[in-house]
């Protein structure tokens, strides 16, 4: 280590150099110099290692940064200002000024995004989802009108701005607008000086081959020629190396152990390791880091490869760190001159005497793999800034990329580093270019590289060549899931297909097919299954990695396909290339070997046999399916009708076409009938994502059209035949009696029916799923609308829920919003909800049954819902099929499926299996669907008759077939005669509409062929009037039976009602004695509630002798536990109410306040800033205190079971007291006891002055002081003082409270200083009374505040619950004192007595400006009454005390207001005469200037002074009202119970305060002014008013939650600018802002962690113990998500305030759409915070709070309001919301269970819902 002193040394001495030195002088030198590169060497060899890297890091950060502040300033001076000197050749300021003014930029924006910047890309301009502006270009745009979408930039991207081929429409902003004038072509090489061209070249190209040289370099001894150092020292550095594989925690542990640092140190490495990518972790002589080495080694290579660590001599860190700095340096200096970034570029691409790749570029991007993240990092900022923000040298750097594309492939897989630190990432920077691209697939034969290196990398086969994924190790699967990366660069390059084809294209394109298909091929038939028979199958095989390599490749394959029909010569091409593999992949097909013949309805055809039941079969077919996409694109483009000569439709087999995808159909068939249930989840799990809408456009949707395919191309008896064998059905319709086919043994018929089931449903998907381009005659928009039209048949739905439901192409567009605002109307959010779409009533006919994207939980949901609709307009539940578009030429013969004979013997059997129900051989839903099939083929039929001409164009003839009675093997009656003697069969109810429906098109189909063809048309017309007649008949007849249905309704509500009196009069008795129960109630509830006006016209006083308490009556409780009916009384047994209480920061003024120190804070002031208080919250639920502790135990015997049970954490935590409510399950820690009211005064005794009540309790203190100095010293000193007579100081009051009334007493005041105190219980701390206290006080101004700001009034607005907690708490603090040493209350009393009225034996009193006035009026009445008992003479009341002490209090609160009166208001002057008010305000204040002189300013006019002495004092005599209201019972006068005038005058008389405050001062003037001068001359007021301190000014304002800006993209802007405070100059991960102060913090990450009581903590929860004492509100930007904090270990996140334009949120920035600030979203969470703070039961569930807060109301009625608003948001039926509705009644006591019963009768009946059969 002496190493490092010497280099410390040594730093003296160099310093000197900086002021001798020349930059300029240097420069000249090098200039002169013959080799510049050897004097440029021999500078850098002798300064950089002087100035870099010196010696170990400093232990302290503030010396770090003291540090790097010193090389950078060294590095500037010594190092980067000759270099500027030499290349500008003048000052370097003067000579980069004028190269940016004569520069002439390229219209390219290039502005690089840091990570976490906000991104916009045009979904209607942008030519890809990667074109994105930033943010100053996207506000200059067009595009910001149109529909864009909003994500966060991952960093390294670069805006588009300027690039015309990355936009349709609108390329430029307004600042980069295209300067037509500038020829582009032009080299901006040719604008420098020649000289400084020269210059440029030769200063490049040494620091660029210097940087190379250093970032290449492998040796750790040595350097490169020409760079040693002039001094060689035994210096080395232990440098730690960045991976992606060994943990935080490892990489922590092992720094401890190897280095012998704390852990703090530690994870300070850790941090910058993770971000640059290496860091020194131990500097001295080589033995010394060699020996940190090997136990770094040792110690990470147990498990996995060991952490990269090499031993470096310090001279080569020195220039490696150097060479980044140059780096970064080039960087700057092209920014000012696009020559110069010419310049730059040529000489990184000039090639080297070596030849191929030998270019420095080349240099760097082929060691890319080697570097560290942070020399990654810097480069690529390099090449971003260099070689892409130039056109011309951006095409030879993607020549070069392409060249060695597939060497850097295989690099960034190998390595460990994500792939945003790789050189490989900056494909997308090229590949997106559409004419790049193009130019690389041609020149470079791009795509065929990169499918050829994909396929390359999964090495792992099986015999048949296919890929093979259940034997990968964990290597194999890493390396799978970093090779995943090449398939995003094929999406890149084929994103834009082109326009205009080459020959040259168009072979390339081609050879990149036949690569892409050996992929295929591969991917043909991987991962088959048997089913297991017998047993489970034992281990579950691996099925994910299939998968998402099928998931990665569907827009590549869709891409592929969108291509190829551009051209009709490559579309004819791919078309033979895909046939010829798909023969390929069938020559392998063992399934040939066994031909069978098959016969059935008179048809054979040969198969061979195979049962999917029992032989292999497999899922991934992707051969198949693109044959089946390509053949579609023959028809859609016609190619197939006008070049049928070129295409192989003849070598087409028809058979095998439709084989493998009938196989994978069948699979899923047999799944779902249940036969491969052995097979475990990962079958399901294949066939749920087959279907799923991420995988289903090329897997799914592409078997059916293989299917239609074939069929359309063979004869449809001999597919379906094919079909039948396949389903392993054709043995049950070929028998002679299919009627007993149930008879089989060993055949399950719940699975058989399930197979006919699926097997009619895909004859209905194969015929009917026409709105594909290509098979039907429809546009893709048509597909997309019959999408949403389905969805929305299930219900309404949101708009990311439609989004969802739909299938993303490769630019992540659906197609929504082109076709949406057509089918369906947005229904806006409500104040809570998000908003939904609706089906508009005439895209109902569109509506098809078996939709083939339907779940079967969907179906069954959209058949429901379009029934009841149906109901609703009076029409038949019939769900016919819609009208089908007509098909396609190459698909036209599909419809002969729906009248081949096979079909109708399949139709003719269900249906005979129908006629008989007791066979049990058939279900309803095989029924529904063959009457599909049927009224399929009559629409059909139907279309065909109305558009032909002739009666020869008509081939359709399916009313004819099934007319015709059934041939063997079916020898029934015909299809139409079993359906019309189905149409009246009683168990088919449910179908008989739909039978109706069809006989009804059976006849008028019969009438359109019986007319002419001339005559066609009127016919159809008569047709359509018959049917319309008999639709009507139908109506009047439905008309009648509603009416009927009406008086039986009617007649049924009589009989009840008739029932209901007779019942009532039979229990006359039971019924009065309930009507006098409900009448007790209400008189006791009316006693709890505000009195009515009547009672309130006598004036209502609360304090003082003239108060008027509450009439003497009995407290009744029920307790929740037991349910035992008991009077609160003070010697009775102690009831309960549940509470929570916590520190609370609501109200502070003042948040930089340090916590205090438990140990030595003295709570008996309050200071006014109110920088933290307890609040205490109630649910206002009742126990016996017995019931609830036995409760309680019960909770911890649970807790500590859930324990050795390893279950997961509960919302509380027992340790802290803290347990749920029995009855509502809010959050509590504590009770509270329950006492009675206070007795009302006795009016008789005497009401002393206030002089002379000050001088007696003047002579009690004495006497009091004197008792307790003597008790503490054993013997008096001095003369006794005169005692009043009748005060007893040796007195002990009785205690008025039971022992089980006083243990809970005590109980609550342990609570309060527990949590106020954060410390152990202690029952002899003298604080324990005043925190009690303070919880009562803080808790009232609280609710005082709430109800200000919510403009409610003071009395009668608030919820029951919180006036049972204000009147408990109340009353329960006026008693504490019992629990207390009668001493410790008098010395409390004393003490706050003499911070008013001066007392000689009382030291250290706080100066007025530093009290809470309210606190110090609860104190002293609390503590006032302890003192008042001693005193036996009777002669006066407490009420007296409690009067004169809220009058020397407001006074000295009125003084306090005035004191602290901002100059700007009291010097407003106003012209009007001043009022008596004014003139004693103004007197007041002059008295005020008397004594603090100059200190307060000079007053000319009272009228703003006395307005602010009413604003101020008004919450401290709300205050007041509601603490002795609660605490003397008295009942509120008629003007407080509103908000109207007169509020002023009401509350002064409540109070017994004269309505001008300034009378009380004026009336005892003589008696105060010795106590205000007392006041003013404390020498902490002049202090404070001349700027000693933080001034609290009266009102207090409201605290609210932070202003946050409209748009959300703003917050995401400030949040990407953000760094770590921690990690010099970092960019944070997770910026997180505190909606409470507006602090952005680093969270989520060990750099920003902090001790806070011995354990470390992250960010947020550090800082919610400053800002909010434990409790924090965050918003996290780039996550979109509020979280709730609540302690170390609670939170919970929430849905932000931002919505987009559907009223939804976006957490996690996912969708991207827009989003804005939803004010009422936001004033929930604002409403959550001033309610107390933000509780746990908060964190719960905000919106259930905020809604029971509002409703005032128990649980039960919370759970109301909740479905109520999920009825309103569409969560939920009338006939739902009315029982809920019930529930809730009968919870609440509100009925009897026949009471409900009979309500929802009533209710279903007006709703027009029939009743339950059980009611009627």
């Not at 009208?883 to 036209?892: A, H, K, R, S």
């Not at 001493?1383 to 030291?1403: C, G, K, N, Y």
Request: proline residues 5%.
């Amino acid at each position: 280590m002496a190493a490092a002193q010497t280099d410390r040394d040594s730093t003296s001495a160099f310093s000197s150099e900086f002021l001798t030195f020349s930059a300029k002088g240097t420069a000249s030198r090098w200039l002169a110099a013959a080799d510049l590169q050897q004097e440029v060497y021999r500078h850098l060899a002798a300064y950089v290692p002087r100035i870099l890297c010196l010696g170990p890091s400093s232990s302290s950060s503030r010396e770090e940064q003291r540090e790097e502040q010193r090389e950078e300033l060294a590095l500037q001076l010594l190092l980067l200002a000759p270099l500027e000197w030499l290349l500008l050749g003048e000052e370097p300021a003067a000579g980069l000024a004028l190269l940016q003014e004569n520069n002439q930029p390229s219209p390219l924006c290039g502005h690089v995004f840091k990570v976490g910047e906000p991104t916009y890309s045009c979904r209607e301009c942008a030519a890809d989802p990667t074109c994105v502006l930033c943010m100053q270009c996207f506000l200059g745009s067009v595009h910001k009108e149109h529909r864009y979408r909003m994500t966060t930039s991952g960093g390294g991207g670069f805006c588009d701005c300027g690039d015309a081929e990355a936009w349709k429409n609108g390329p430029y902003c307004q600042k980069h607008t295209a300067d037509g004038t500038r020829d582009t072509e032009e080299d901006p090489v040719s604008l420098l000086p020649p000289d400084l061209v020269a210059r440029g070249y030769s200063i490049f190209s040494i620091i660029l081959k210097y940087a190379v040289d250093l970032l290449t370099w492998e040796q750790e001894d040595l350097l490169p020629i020409g760079l040693e150092p002039p001094e060689r020292g035994d210096t080395y550095y232990c440098m730690l190396f960045n991976d992606e594989v060994h943990t935080y925690e490892q990489v922590i542990y092992t720094l401890q152990k190897a280095v012998n640092c704390s852990q703090k140190e530690a994870v300070s490495f850790a941090t910058t390791v993770d971000r640059d990518g290496r860091k020194s972790v131990r500097y001295g002589d080589l033995q010394f880091c060699e020996q940190a080495k090997s136990v770094i080694v040792r110690n990470t290579s147990r498990q996995s490869k060991p952490l990269r660590v090499q031993v470096m001599h310090s001279s080569v860190v020195a220039h490696q760190c150097f060479a980044l700095k140059a780096l970064s340096w080039l960087g700057q200096i092209i920014q000012y001159s696009d020559g110069l970034r010419r310049i730059l570029c040529q000489v990184g691409l000039q090639k080297g005497p070596e030849g191929e790749n030998s270019s420095l570029v080349d240099r760097l991007m082929l060691n890319d793999s080697k570097m560290w993240k942070g020399a990654r990092n810097i480069y690529h900022q390099l090449l971003m800034n260099s070689l892409l923000m130039d056109l011309k040298y951006k095409k030879i750097f993607a020549i070069q990329f392409a060249k060695n594309y597939e060497r850097l492939q295989s690099d960034y897989v190998k390595d460990d580093h994500d792939r945003e630190f790789s050189i490989t990432d900056l494909s997308v920077q090229m590949f997106t270019v559409p004419s790049l691209a193009r130019m690389l697939m041609v020149e470079e034969n791009l795509m065929t590289t990169i499918i050829r290196t994909f396929v390359d990398h999964l090495r792992h086969r099986d015999l048949q060549g296919r890929f093979q994924f259940d034997r990968y190790t964990a290597q194999q699967a890493f390396k799978f899931g970093r090779v995943q990366s090449l398939i995003g660069d094929l999406k890149y390059v084929l994103i834009s297909p082109p326009s205009d084809w080459t020959d040259q294209l168009r072979l390339k394109f081609l050879e990149g097919l036949d690569a892409f298909l050996e992929l295929l091929k591969c991917m043909q038939g991987m991962d088959p299954v048997v089913r297991q028979v017998g047993q489970h199958i034992e281990m579950e095989p691996e099925w994910e990695a299939a998968f998402t390599l099928q998931m990665k490749l569907t827009h590549i394959i869709s891409m592929i396909q969108e291509w190829s029909s551009t051209d009709e010569r490559v579309l004819i091409e791919a078309y033979r290339k895909c046939l010829s593999a798909l023969s390929h992949c069938h020559s392998g097909l063992p399934d040939g070997e066994q031909p069978i013949n098959l016969s059935l309805a008179g048809h054979c055809v040969e198969t061979f046999r195979y049962q999917v039941s029992q032989d292999k079969v497999s899922i991934h077919l992707p051969v198949c399916r693109l044959l089946a996409g390509l053949h579609v694109l023959l028809s859609r483009t016609e190619v197939a009708s006008r070049f049928p000569e070129q295409l192989p439709l003849g070598e087409l087999s028809p058979p095998l076409l439709i084989e493998l995808p009938l196989r994978c159909l069948v699979l899923c068939a047999q799944v779902h009938a249940g036969m491969w249930r052995r097979n475990g989840f990962s079958l399901i799990n294949q066939i749920y994502y087959y279907h799923n809408v991420k995988c289903r456009v090329e897997m799914f949707d592409k078997d059916i059209i293989m299917l239609q395919a074939g069929a359309s191309m063979m004869d449809p008896n001999h597919f379906l035949m094919i079909v039948l064998s396949r389903f392993e059905l054709f043995h049950i319709f070929s028998s002679a009696d299919v009627r007993k086919r149930y008879r089989e043994a060993n055949k399950d018929l719940v699975q058989q029916n399930t197979l006919i089931e699926e097997m009619l449903h895909l004859i209905i998907m194969v015929v009917g799923e026409r709105y594909v381009a290509g098979v039907g005659q429809m546009e893709a928009f048509d597909e997309v609308r019959r999408e949403i039209i389905h969805q929305l048949s299930i219900r309404p739905m949101a708009h990311s829920e439609l989004i969802k439901a739909l299938p993303e192409n490769g630019n992540k567009e659906t197609g929504l919003e082109r076709v949406i605002d057509s089918v369906a109307s947005f229904k806006k959010p409500g104040v809570t909800g998000r908003g939904l779409y609706e089906l508009r009533p005439e895209w109902n006919k569109h509506f098809n049954l078996y939709f083939h994207h339907y779940s079967r939980a969907d179906q069954s949901k959209a058949e429901e819902a379009q029934r009841k609709l149906r109901r609703q307009n009076g029409e038949d539940t019939a769900l016919p099929p819609p009208l089908p578009p007509p098909l396609c030429p190459l698909f036209g013969s599909l419809v002969n499926l729906l009248q081949c004979d096979v079909l109708l013997a399949v139709e003719g059997a269900v249906l005979q299996w129908a006629v008989e129900p007791s066979g049990g051989g058939w279900t309803e839903s095989m029924l529904q669907r063959v009457l599909h099939l049927v009224g399929m083929a009559l629409l059909e039929e139907q279309q065909q008759l109305e558009n032909s001409s002739t009666d020869d164009d008509i081939t359709f003839n399916y009313t004819c077939k099934i007319t015709r009675p059934g041939e063997a093997p079916s020898p029934s009656g015909s299809v139409l005669a079993l359906l019309e003697s189905l149409q009246n069969a009683p168990h088919l109810e449910v179908h008989k509409d739909m039978i109706t429906w069809i006989l009804k098109m059976v006849a008028n189909i019969k009438t359109m062929r019986e007319r002419t063809t001339a005559s066609s048309t009127v016919i159809v017309n008569h047709n359509r009037g018959l049917e319309e007649t008999v639709r009507d008949k139908d109506k009047a007849e439905r008309k009648r039976k509603a009416e009927m249905a009406r008086l039986r309704r009617e007649k049924i509500m009589a009989q009840m009602s008739e029932m209901q009196k007779h019942f009532i009069n039979e229990n006359k008795e039971l019924f009065q004695q309930s009507l006098e129960e409900l009448e007790a109630s209400t008189s006791s509830a009316a006693e709890h509630s505000p009195p009515s006006l009547e009672l309130t016209c006598v004036s209502q006083v609360c304090v003082g002798p003239r108060r008027v308490g509450g009439a003497e009556r009995r407290q009744l409780v029920t307790c929740i536990l037991c349910q035992e009916e008991q009077e609160v009384k003070g010697h009775g047994r102690a009831m309960v109410l549940a509470a929570f209480v916590q520190r609370s920061t609501v109200l502070s003024k003042n948040r930089h306040r340090n916590l205090p120190d438990p140990e030595r804070y003295d709570p008996l002031f309050m200071h006014p800033d109110l920088s933290l208080g307890i609040h205490t919250a109630s649910c206002g639920h009742i126990m016996h205190a017995t019931c609830w502790q036995r409760y309680f135990e019960a909770v911890q015997l649970k807790e500590q079971r859930r324990q050795q049970r390893l279950r997961g954490h509960t919302s509380y935590d027992v340790e802290n007291g803290e347990f749920l409510c029995p009855l509502c399950e809010c959050l509590s820690n504590t009770v509270i006891p329950l006492l009675p009211h206070t007795h009302s005064p006795d009016h008789s005794v005497n009401h002393p002055s206030l002089e002379a009540w000050l001088n007696l309790t003047n002579q009690q203190t004495v006497a009091l002081h004197s008792a307790h100095r003597k008790q503490a010293d054993g013997a008096a000193e001095g003369a006794e003082p005169a005692v009043p007579e009748g005060f007893r100081v040796d007195f002990t009051p009785q205690n008025p409270f039971s022992s089980s009334i006083s243990e809970m007493i005590t109980t609550f005041s342990m609570s309060t200083y527990k949590v106020g105190l954060k410390v152990n219980p202690n029952e002899q701390d003298p604080r324990v009374l005043v925190l009690s206290w303070s919880t009562c006080a803080y808790t009232i101004q609280s609710i005082e505040r709430l109800l200000m700001d919510e403009e409610k009034p003071l009395f009668g607005s608030l919820p029951c619950r919180q006036d049972d907690c204000l009147s408990s708490l109340t009353r329960f603090s006026s008693a504490c004192w019992t629990a207390a040493p009668l001493p410790t209350v008098h010395t409390h009393f004393i003490r706050l007595l003499a911070a008013l009225v001066q007392d000689s034996r009382v030291e250290n009193t706080p100066c007025i400006l530093n009290m809470d006035m309210f606190h110090l009026l609860v104190y002293m009445v609390l503590s006032y009454s302890s003192v008042h008992r001693l005193d036996q003479s009777e002669r006066s009341v407490v009420d007296s005390g409690h009067l004169h002490l809220l009058h020397l209090v407001t006074v000295a609160h009125l003084v306090q207001v005035l004191l602290t009166s901002t100059t700007e208001e009291v010097c407003m002057d106003q012209d009007n005469g001043g009022s008596e008010e004014e003139e004693l305000t103004c007197q007041l204040y002059s008295t005020l200037r008397k004594h603090l002189g100059s200190v307060l300013p000079e007053v000319s006019s009272g009228w703003q002074l006395y307005r602010c002495v009413k604003s101020g004092l008004l919450p401290f005599l709300r205050a007041a009202a509601l603490f002795f209201h609660y605490l003397n019972s008295a009942a509120p006068p008629a003007d407080l119970l509103g908000t109207g005038p007169g509020q002023w005058e009401a509350l002064c008389n409540y109070l017994s305060l004269p309505s001008s405050l300034l009378l009380l001062y004026h009336n005892n003037h003589t008696l105060l002014d010795p106590l205000i001068h007392r006041w003013c001359c404390h020498p902490g007021v002049r202090q404070m008013l001349q700027g000693g301190g933080v001034i609290v000014t009266f009102p207090r304002e409201s605290n609210r939650l932070i202003d946050l800006p409209e748009d959300y993209s703003v917050l995401i802007n400030q949040a990407s600018s953000f760094t770590c405070p921690r990690s010099g100059g970092d960019k944070s991960r997770a910026p997180t802002l505190c909606l409470v102060c507006g602090s952005m913090l680093c969270s989520q990450s060990y750099c920003c962690q902090t001790e806070v009581d011995g354990e470390d903590v992250g960010a947020c929860t550090a800082h919610t113990f400053t800002c909010g004492a434990g409790l924090g509100l965050f918003l996290r930007v780039r996550e979109s998500q509020v979280l709730f904090v609540a302690g170390k270990t609670k939170g919970c996140f929430y849905p932000p305030p931002y919505l987009d334009d559907y009223g939804e949120t976006d957490q996690g920035l996912k969708r991207g759409n827009p989003l804005h600030l939803c004010l009422f979203v936001y004033c929930l969470l604002v409403c959550s915070f001033t309610r107390g703070g933000g509780t746990s039961s908060t964190c719960v569930c905000l919106f259930i709070v905020c809604l029971f807060t509002l409703g005032g109301g128990t649980s039960s009625t919370c759970v109301y309001l909740l479905f109520a608003c999920l009825f309103t948001l569409g969560g939920g039926t009338p006939f739902t919301c009315v029982c809920l509705f019930i529930v809730c009644l009968f919870t609440l006591g509100g009925g009897t269970p026949s009471t409900c019963v009979y309500f929802l009768l009533v209710c279903l009946l007006e709703a027009g819902e029939p009743p339950p059969p059980a009611f009627v």
